[in-house]
Every structure is written in structure tokens, then in C-alpha cells.
């Protein structure tokens, strides 16, 4: 009996004829498809991309834009600065944490420039301006902004500078941006058929893929690739069957997506027998913000700080998920995380910027706020006079905060709960939870060229991946607009690898 939507891979010869026929076909339309699709089709292949909504977009149209992009593009150059690849190369490479794939983090630095002209080219727009302090995403329409290049200990690996490229949009530019991109492949001469989930892939008897079955409005559909199938399906923070298998500390947390990030790409390569990579790890977004952070501390349920508060926010929420319960050192709750500011700090930032978030309580002893919050008695106490310390000598020793945003706090105090929730000015409702939302990092093991490879690293004929579907730069670690510039980058050159595969 056949399974429906099953992954395993279905034999050519039992297919008696093709629905559909194209030489690419590529399956999700977010940005890694919609770049391999324009690339394909630029080649002169004949193109096809398959989504399973009703349209173009994906997490990609939801996210906030930012692409990660560096070594000199215009946009660093007018707002006066003077980066390289190698630098960039040198960032992301301790950014991107234990098992980040170094080839791939080189190959991209040396193209970002080129990559960035691609993108012009494909109609996004970039403002040549800055956005100079911490944020999720800034509220103008600045092209430039910094994502932790300028805090410790990324300080200490190279010359510090901007990369995080935004399109000309106020708050989120995503929907932006892939209005361009599908534009553009479109332009290009790709077609695309919605509401069709494909499920398994079709295979010759010599291995290769020539093909997918798909289920369009309950009917069964059989869509042959004379060149090859690319796979930019997202990753499997949608599925929680996967997250317990592979990733079990990213359940129970909101899930960054569009709902459709069920790993389905991932299992039709793995049933094919190709490899995959840290599928374990995964982005953390703590509900705090980065501006509130960077002006006061930030502490665990031990009431006692565990990172620079003005580094790329997501690295604060990696810190607190990942590291909180290693070595046994505390046993309590993953996501017990607060920010502690005082009203000068909370002030400083303008209240559209604070996005909703409000103090959860207020005190005029740190004694207290340890009695309102739950905290050890004595640890916030101590934390904060040993800050306190360190902020009036100008050095902070512990985290290596930038003397730019260390300060000694004063009296009044107010805690903010992470666990409260953030809502950004396009959203509404309550979202109070676990404190972090999440996403997935690993993903099936490509080369430079999109090709997915097996288990002893020899590509799988006529299939290729990009996007979340494939591990791309990522180790276990994660900056904001690298998984829109792996995508679109290394969607690009699966794109180009296909129409070629004959």
C-alpha cells in the first residue's frame, strides 16, 4: 500500500507518463527559488517553480529584509566604510559558530560585492545611510545597519563594519523584497503553479532525479525535470516530529515561518541518501530589545549576566536556550531571562522603538525587584553593583560591553520579562510565551554549486538545494541576513548548476 505523500523516492519506470514537463523545476518560492529560478531561466532553460501557497513569498516575504552582504558594496563605501572580503570572511566565520562551512563563508565574501549589484539589478533598492544603534529592525528606510560586527569579541578578528544591507523600506522590507525577486523571475521567462505540495521525488535507475510527485487540489501530479530539481523548500521548524528527533531544545518556542517549514525537502533528499548538517542547531530571537539591552544588563534566573548586552540580539538568545543549562550550573528555566534598566535607559529610547514592551516591575532597591521577580536573594544585588563598578571605571571586564552603551544604572530600577512577548508595529495581539522565538539551521549538505550530496559527498544526480532546505554557511551559530544572502547567493548558483546539468 502506498503511503500518501510519502518520501520515498518513486521509480521512474512505474511513472507511464508526465503530467508536466520542464528542463528546472524548482519547489518553494521564497527567495533562495525565486533567485534560482531567475538564474535557470537566464541560462535559457525552461522553467517551473512549484509552491504549496497560494503565491510567491514564503518566510522570506514575512522576514525583515536584511541582507548580509560586505566587502565594499556602495552602500558601506558611502557611508564611509572601507571593508573586504576577508574581513567579512573573518566575522562570519566565528559568528556563524562551531561547524560553519569556512569554503562556502569565503566563496560568499569574495561575491558580496557582486551579489550586491545582482540585487540592484533585480530592482531592490538600497538607501546608502545608517542605522547606528541596536535593533531588530530599524524604523526608517536606512540601507545600512550593524549586526554585532562592532561588539566583543568579533571586535578582536577584524576591523569592524556595517553589513547588514536592508531594502528601502520603513520597519519590515521582506515583502520587498520578493516582490523584486519573483519579478524578476518571471522577467526571466520562469512560470509557477501554486497550491501543489510535492512530496517525493522521481528517480531513474541510475540514481538521478528526473522528477517529483506533487498533489494540487487533492489530484495527484507527475512534473519531469529534464535537468534537474532544486530544492528550496525551507527548513523543519514547522514539524515537530523532526525538532524532537534533531532538535528538541527548539520546541515549545514560537516558530519563526510562514507555517510551511515542514522539512519536506529535507526528508526526500535524506530518503535518497543524501547528507545533511547540524540539523541540532537553530536561531534564537529573545523577546527583548536590542536598544533597552545595550542600556542596561541583561541576567538569567540566577539573577547574573551571561553576555555583551550590545551584541547582535540573537546571539544573546543562542547564549540563553544553549548555554544556561551546560555543566549543570542551573537547573531552572532555559528562557528566564531579564532586562534591568533604569529610567534614563528606558527614556533613551523613543517610545515607537520600545515596541510595546513596558516595564514588568519597578522598584527603587535591586532587593526588591529581586523579591518581585522570583530571583535569588542577593543576586541581582550583587550583579548590578559589580556593573556598577565596572561601568564607573569605563572597562567591562566581565563581558566586554562597548564603553559606548556602559553606564552605571541608578535608582529607580524596572525589570522587563522576556517572556512578556515583543510585538512589532505590523503585528497585534498578545504575545507573551516562552521568551524566544525560533527557526532551524540545518539542512541538507550541498557543494558550492547547490549540487546535494550523499553520504560520501558525491553529488545526487540532477538534484541541487538552496535556502533553509540546505545547511548553507551556517554552523551553530546565526546574524540576521544570512540566511536571505545564503539563500539568494548560493540559490543563484543552484539555479545555474541545473540548467547546465544535462
Avoid at 562592532?150 to 536592508?166: I, Q, V
Wanted: charged share 20%.
Amino acid at each position: 500500500m502506498t503511503v500518501r505523500n510519502s518520501v520515498t523516492p518513486r521509480a521512474a519506470g512505474e511513472v507511464a507518463s508526465y503530467d508536466i514537463e520542464t528542463d528546472v523545476l524548482v519547489v518553494g518560492y521564497g527567495a533562495a527559488g525565486a533567485s534560482a529560478a531567475f538564474e535557470a531561466a537566464h541560462a535559457g532553460a525552461q522553467v517551473l517553480v512549484l509552491d504549496r501557497a497560494g503565491g510567491p513569498g514564503g518566510a522570506s516575504a514575512m522576514s525583515g529584509g536584511e541582507i548580509y552582504l560586505g566587502g565594499g558594496t556602495p552602500v558601506q563605501l558611502a557611508c564611509g566604510f572601507n571593508d573586504t572580503p576577508e574581513a567579512m570572511a573573518a566575522f562570519l566565520t566565528a559568528a556563524l559558530g562551531v561547524g560553519a562551512d569556512v569554503a562556502k563563508i569565503e566563496e560568499y565574501s569574495a561575491g558580496s560585492v557582486e551579489h550586491f549589484h545582482w540585487l540592484v539589478d533585480r530592482g531592490v533598492p538600497f538607501k546608502p545611510t545608517l542605522w547606528d544603534s541596536p535593533t531588530w529592525v530599524p524604523p526608517t528606510d536606512d540601507g545600512l545597519m550593524w549586526l554585532g560586527e562592532n561588539s566583543w569579541p568579533f571586535t578582536e578578528l577584524a576591523t569592524p563594519a556595517p553589513r547588514g544591507h536592508r531594502p528601502t523600506a520603513n520597519d519590515f522590507g521582506g515583502k520587498l523584497l520578493m516582490e523584486c525577486l519573483a519579478a524578476a523571475a518571471e522577467s526571466a521567462g520562469a512560470t509557477a503553479m501554486f497550491d501543489c505540495y510535492v512530496s517525493t521525488l522521481i528517480v531513474a535507475r541510475d540514481g538521478a532525479v528526473v522528477g517529483v510527485v506533487a498533489r494540487q487540489y487533492g489530484k495527484e501530479i507527475t512534473v519531469r525535470a529534464r535537468r534537474g530539481v532544486v530544492l528550496t523548500t525551507g527548513g523543519f521548524v514547522d514539524n515537530d516530529d523532526m525538532l524532537a528527533a534533531h532538535a528538541p531544545q527548539l520546541l515549545g518556542h514560537t516558530k519563526v515561518s510562514a507555517g510551511t517549514d515542514d522539512g519536506s525537502g529535507i526528508r526526500m533528499g535524506q530518503a535518497l541518501g543524501a547528507g545533511v548538517r547540524h540539523l541540532s542547531a537553530g536561531q534564537v530571537g529573545m523577546s527583548l530589545i536590542p536598544g533597552l539591552a545595550a542600556r542596561g544588563l541583561v541576567v538569567n534566573g540566577l539573577g547574573r549576566r551571561f553576555v555583551n548586552e550590545d551584541t547582535y540580539p540573537g546571539r544573546i538568545g543562542q547564549h540563553a536556550l544553549y548555554r544556561q543549562n551546560m555543566g549543570g550550573s542551573w537547573a531552572g528555566d532555559d528562557t528566564a531571562v531579564w532586562v534591568i534598566v533604569d529610567e534614563t535607559g528606558f527614556e533613551d529610547v523613543p517610545e515607537p522603538q520600545r515596541w510595546g514592551v513596558r516595564p514588568t516591575h519597578v522598584a527603587e532597591t535591586p532587593g526588591e525587584l529581586e523579591q518581585l521577580t522570583g530571583l535569588p536573594t542577593g543576586s541581582l544585588t550583587a550583579t548590578l553593583a559589580r556593573y556598577n563598578e565596572l561601568a564607573t571605571a569605563g572597562t567591562d571586564l566581565d563581558h566586554h560591553k562597548s564603553p559606548r552603551w556602559l553606564r552605571p544604572l541608578t535608582a529607580p530600577f524596572a525589570a522587563i520579562d522576556v517572556k512578556a512577548g515583543i510585538r512589532p508595529p505590523s503585528e497585534s495581539g498578545d504575545r507573551r510565551g516562552t521568551g524566544a522565538s525560533v527557526f532551524t539551521l540545518g539542512g541538507l549538505h550541498t557543494d558550492l554549486d547547490g549540487h546535494v550530496l550523499d553520504l560520501d559527498t558525491r553529488p545526487i544526480p540532477g538534484l541541487f538545494a538552496a535556502g533553509r532546505a540546505a545547511n548553507g554557511l551556517h554552523g551553530f551559530g546565526y546574524i540576521s541576513g544570512t540566511s536571505l544572502g545564503d539563500g539568494t547567493f548560493f540559490g543563484r548558483r543552484a539555479g545555474t548548476s541545473a540548467a547546465r546539468n544535462s
